[in-house]
Every structure is written in structure tokens, then in C-alpha cells.
């Protein structure tokens, strides 16, 4: 069981409450039978609660395959770990933002994360200020995972996010908390005269407080147990209060972010949560509504989050398949003979994406060497099974990575 009053670890009821879930459910329908009331306004908020028994065993699962990636990511090597983490950043950023609604090109992603990290990828598209903002953002959150939680952090997170203080084409308070000025927040769909409310935070004079009941629970490391869990509560709990006037559920994933990288112990970021979100974003509002309507029983929404946080980890070598395999491929030629730097460099050529087959007359360009030397080497890399014979023959012999 926690020691913060408001937050209640492995059980199904706040404490000195047994009937907890009787007791909200006749708050829920206390005001009107039709309506339901959202948990942040029953007498329990915020005191989230939950199967230990049913929640054990998927954190466990969890926690396995975590172990399993890093180890695997960690084994590449600087250079190759780097890459593998700029791919699933680049994704991540891309990935989050469309949840929303937000298409960024992915190339601009890569270049302004590369440029950021000191890769070689940077500079090879150019960024918007939008793009560079929310990469400002997930950086910070996964490489200075270990810095605490702060309003001015969250606040400069926010206004990195709408650089010209507008969302589309509407003007927001940028870097503050939602003003009671802008009216109640609400999600809402369906035709006029007929929506439906999927969910409405708490009002704007509350914000203040529940930040900073927040932001303490963020602070107190021992509670919430496992940083797994603590990154599945922190994100419910964030995007409940809704504190900003937009942009709330991007900083709710960076801030599970934080914890991820925490509960990783490093800064590297090897798998990428908001794409496995994006992909399952029916269930995640779905289970985000249900639970915003419950009692503070948030068994189901732990439960898939630990699953979809399984499913991120399953997809990474789909996310890094490019430098899995060029790990592989050096694996390969470093278990023979050494290589020339003419072979190492055409060999990263085409493991970076080279278009085209490589003839001989290719090899003695990109290598600035001669034809005669070219062949050899070529020759080489075919012996050594990184190269295969492409299809043609004489002039028009050309050579692809083997298994390409």
C-alpha cells in the first residue's frame, strides 16, 4: 500500500473504505440518473485503486521483455544504438502528434532529433518551428528523465509545443495553466443539439490545486510501486486534470515518457509507446473515457496499458529493422578477415539505403579507387556472403546486400 493519502496500490478500495465502489456509485447518480458523473468529482478523487493479483502478472510479462530489449539494444554498440534510438524517436514524435491529429513529416522529425544528438542525419531537412518544439519536448523527457516534475517545466513543455501561441487557428494561453476565461473543457462528439460528452475536466479554478497534488505524487519516487505503473497513472492522472487549453494528451505521454525512461535506467529510448497508442487509439480513448467515468478502479486501464506498453516492446525490431540489420551484416564481416575502409564505407552505403545496384563502376566511385581493385573487393564481399549477384550479367552485373 502507498504512503501518499490519495493513492491506494494493490487493493480495490481507498483505505477505511470498503464499500468504496458502492459509495461512488451513488455519487455517480446522486445528481441525475441520466447523467454520470466523472470520477474527479467524487469524494474520492484522486484515490486510485487496483487488482494487485490480476495487475502482477502482465507487469511481470512487462518488465521481462523490457529487460530483454536493452540488453539486445545495448550489445549493438554506441553508433548502432544511437540509430536504433533515433528511428524510434523519430517515430514516437510522429506517431504522438498524430493521435491528435497532427501530420509532421518524418524526415523533418529525423533531422531535427539527429541534429540534436550530434548524428549524422542531421541537416538533411529542415524543420518548422512546430516540429522542433515537440522534439524539444521528447527529448527532455527521455534524456533528463531524471529531473523532477515541475510547473515550469510542464509550463515550458506547453509552450514549446505552440510556439506562436495559437492552436490552428486559435488563440490559446501558452505556458499556463488553463484560464477560467476559457470556458469549460470538454470532449465532445456527435451532431448539434445531439452531442455527447466524453468526458469534462475538472473546472479552471481547480487546476492550481490539483497541479500541485500532482506534481508532489510525481516527486515521491516510493509511490505507485513499480515506475511501469507509475507511468500508466501519471498519464491518467495528467490528462484527467486537462491543465493546459490544448495539448494535454501529448504532454501526458511525455510524462509517462519520463517514467519509462526511468523504469529503463537509461536515456536511450528503444521502443516507441505513442506509436503502439496511435495504433490502438480507439481502446486507448475507449479505456481512457471508462475509466475517467469510474469509481478510481483502474484495474482495466493498468491492464491495457501494460499490454500496449508489451506490444511497443514486440514492435521495436520493426522499428529499428534497418540498423538490427546492419549489426548483423557487421557481425558477419568482422567474424573474418578484416575489411578495407573502401568495403566498410560501400557497405554503409547500402545499408543506409543506397538506390540502384552496385556495379563495379559504382564501387571504384564511391571508394576512389580503380576498377581492377573495385572487382576484388566486391568479389570479396560476395565470398563473405554480405554481397549476391543481382540479376543481368556482363557490363550490367550489379551486386545487392545478400538477403536484401
Not at 447518480?29 to 487488482?51: G, K, Y
Not at 529499428?320 to 560501400?346: I, S
Request: hydrophobic share 40%; with cysteine; net charge neutral.
Amino acid at each position: 500500500m502507498s504512503n501518499y493519502p490519495d493513492l491506494v496500490a494493490g487493493t480495490n478500495c481507498p483505505p477505511n473504505c470498503p464499500q468504496a465502489g458502492a459509495v461512488n456509485r451513488a455519487i455517480i447518480f446522486a445528481r441525475d440518473a441520466s447523467i454520470m458523473t466523472f470520477f474527479h468529482e467524487t469524494l474520492h478523487w484522486p484515490r486510485f485503486s487496483w487488482d494487485a493479483a490480476a495487475i502482477l502478472p502482465v507487469l511481470g510479462r512487462a518488465r521481462h521483455k523490457q529487460g530483454l530489449l536493452l540488453g539486445r539494444m545495448r550489445s549493438l554498440g554506441f553508433e548502432l544504438s544511437s540509430e536504433a534510438a533515433l528511428e524510434v524517436l523519430t517515430s514516437d514524435v510522429v506517431r504522438s502528434s498524430a493521435i491528435e491529429g497532427e501530420r509532421l513529416d518524418a524526415e523533418a522529425v529525423r533531422s531535427s532529433i539527429a541534429r540534436r544528438l550530434g548524428l549524422p542525419h542531421a541537416g538533411v531537412t529542415r524543420s518548422s518551428r512546430d516540429v522542433e518544439g515537440i522534439v524539444e519536448v521528447m527529448l527532455d523527457a527521455t534524456r533528463n528523465a531524471a529531473l523532477p516534475i515541475t510547473p515550469e517545466r510542464l509550463c515550458s513543455w506547453h509552450a514549446a509545443l505552440f510556439p506562436v501561441g495559437y492552436s490552428g487557428t486559435r488563440p490559446i494561453a501558452v505556458g499556463t495553466w488553463r484560464p477560467v476565461e476559457a470556458g469549460p473543457m470538454q470532449v465532445v462528439s456527435g451532431p448539434l443539439g445531439r452531442e455527447r460528452v466524453h468526458f469534462e475536466a475538472p473546472a479552471a479554478e481547480r487546476v492550481p490545486a490539483e497541479m500541485t497534488r500532482f506534481i508532489a505524487w510525481c516527486a515521491a519516487d516510493d509511490n505507485g510501486g513499480d515506475p511501469l505503473l507509475r507511468a500508466a497513472i501519471a498519464h491518467l492522472w495528467f490528462v484527467t486534470i486537462h491543465p493546459f487549453e490544448d495539448g494535454n494528451g501529448r504532454l501526458a505521454r511525455a510524462i509517462a515518457d519520463v517514467m519509462l525512461a526511468r523504469a529503463d535506467g537509461c536515456p536511450e529510448r528503444f521502443y516507441s509507446m505513442s506509436t503502439r497508442i496511435e495504433a490502438e487509439r480507439k481502446d486507448y480513448y475507449r479505456l481512457l473515457e471508462r475509466t475517467q467515468r469510474g469509481s478510481g478502479e483502474i484495474t482495466p486501464w493498468l491492464e491495457w496499458f501494460l499490454g500496449c506498453l508489451e506490444r511497443a516492446i514486440d514492435q521495436a525490431d520493426t522499428l529499428t529493422a534497418g540498423v538490427l540489420r546492419k549489426a548483423e551484416t557487421w557481425r558477419r564481416l568482422q567474424a573474418g578477415a578484416p575489411v578495407t575502409e573502401r568495403q566498410r564505407l560501400v557497405v554503409n552505403r547500402l545499408l543506409d539505403g543506397f538506390v540502384g545496384g552496385l556495379t563495379t563502376s559504382k564501387y571504384a566511385n564511391l571508394a576512389k579507387c580503380s576498377p581492377a581493385t573495385a572487382l576484388r573487393e566486391i568479389q570479396d564481399l560476395v565470398a563473405r556472403g554480405v554481397l549476391a549477384r543481382g540479376p543481368g550479367g556482363g557490363r550490367s552485373t550489379n551486386y545487392l546486400l545478400a538477403g536484401g
